[in-house]
């Protein structure tokens, strides 16, 4: 008897141990990220109610906890947006983010900033984009930028996360300031544009909106379009909270006030936020070896001549 009780814990144990190994190797070797300064902390945290109005897709946006956090959508009917109150100049903007569950294949949560609406031909964007997996945790997260109607040429960067974003809120980051364009994930910087001059001329410069936004990208998300959206798994449901919006707020004549107590009109463009700090860069590095998968500076398939801020120093 005590031999077989044996037996049986030690199978189970080998099966736990199997279990574990096949979910690692599903989903890659989970690494812990170094402890990094939270810029986070340094602005306040504003409801949805005082900071976005609807995008589109009204009836798929539930406002939650007394206008604290927000639900947008994505079903057979439609997607939905939230779109800024306010447009910015440069500024620190984030939103935290629970995506979806399960099959999530062809689903796109994006925030970003643009200005298409009023700059069609030459307009600016700055992109957090989440792609959906025909996995079911395997969200990717992909970031990009277009300056001056630059559209037809792709800037994107393509990372596996390091976390579960099903599970819990986690914040995404744009830093955006006349020195550099900075993405963070949980304070974490994954991707830095250097405003130099190989980029100039297709930096974004001109006031933006933020926005919020859930979609069917079945015909590019997944693979290249290889696994669309599956609205059996449908409601696709994105939760938002943890709102900062801390820039230059445009006001008429291209002039724009302040909303922090910095003595600049752009609240990050102090010494702080000029450069990553050495921490910052070990975040930035450690993101980088061990979690992007694809750069676009890096697909010579794609581009005979990259793009001159490829091989600039």
């Known amino acids: 008897m005590e031999f077989f009780l044996h037996d049986r814990k030690f199978i189970l144990s080998a099966f736990l141990i199997l279990c574990m190994i096949i979910v690692v190797s599903c989903r890659g070797p989970v690494y812990k990220p170094p402890e990094i300064e939270k810029l986070t902390d340094h602005f306040s945290r504003l409801s949805v109610n005082q900071s976005y109005n609807v995008f589109y897709g009204g009836s798929n946006i539930h406002i939650t906890n007394n206008g604290s956090s927000a639900e947008i959508i994505l079903d057979k009917s439609s997607g939905s947006g939230l779109i800024s109150k306010e447009k910015y100049y440069y500024g620190f903007f984030n939103a935290a983010l629970k995506l979806p569950a399960h099959f999530t294949s062809g689903v796109v949560v994006a925030f970003y900033m643009s200005n298409s609406d009023v700059f069609p031909h030459n307009h600016d964007e700055i992109d957090f984009e989440l792609l959906g997996h025909e996995k079911r945790r395997d969200w990717v997260l992909q970031t990009n930028l277009y300056g001056n109607g630059s559209v037809h040429t792709g800037r994107e960067e393509k990372f596996y996360l390091w976390f579960d974003p099903t ?100 609240p990050v463009d102090g010494e702080g936020f000029m450069k990553l700090s050495s921490q910052q860069m070990k975040g930035l590095d450690w993101a980088r070896r061990k979690h992007m998968f694809y750069s676009y500076c890096q697909d010579t398939k794609r581009y005979k001549v990259l793009p001159p801020e490829c091989t600039s120093e």
């Open 167 to 266: 599970l819990d809120f986690h914040d995404y980051t744009i830093l955006w300031n006349n020195h550099h364009i900075v993405f963070l994930v949980d304070n974490v910087p994954v991707r830095e544009v250097v405003h130099n001059t190989a980029i100039s001329s297709v930096y974004p410069s001109k006031p933006m909106s933020t926005i919020l936004t859930i979609w069917d990208g079945s015909e590019w998300a997944t693979h290249g379009g290889k696994y669309p959206v599956n609205y059996n798994y449908a409601p696709f449901i994105t939760t938002i909270k943890g709102i900062e919006l801390e820039g230059c707020v445009k006001q008429q004549q291209n002039t724009c006030s302040k909303r922090s107590s910095t003595s600049s009109l752009d």
